[in-house]
Nanobody
């Protein structure tokens, strides 16, 4: 059974950092392209980062230079390191396996002083 379970969200002050995790089960995520998305209140879900099976990464302009996507193949886990956080980064963050059309349940990130 395929599952994606995000964790690591929380409340952080502007300029702070968080690292989100997405633990995958039921498939080997390193063999596939994986995405991170986010959805802020009242807004559509927004793609923010991807990593391919070769480790190539790509980012939305809104997070480029501040966020970094990575994976640990030994743990079958996807990560999103988020630095220099801004209030506009407040959202629910989701990991996504597009080949299987699976989504995690999301983890809330709130950036506020």
């Amino acid at each position: 059974q395929v599952q994606l379970v995000e964790s690591g969200g929380g409340l952080v002050q502007p300029g702070g950092s968080l690292r989100l995790s997405c633990a995958a089960s039921g498939f080997t995520n390193s063999r596939y392209l994986m995405n991170w998305y986010r959805q802020a209140p009242g807004k559509e879900r927004e793609w923010i980062a991807r990593i391919t099976s070769l480790g190539t990464t790509r980012y939305a302009e809104s997070v480029k230079g501040r966020f970094a996507i990575s994976r640990d193949d030994t743990k079958n886990t996807l990560y999103l390191q988020m630095d220099s956080l801004k209030p506009e980064d407040t959202a629910v963050y989701y990991c996504n396996w597009p080949a299987g059309n699976y989504w995690g349940q999301g983890t809330q990130v709130t950036v506020s002083s």
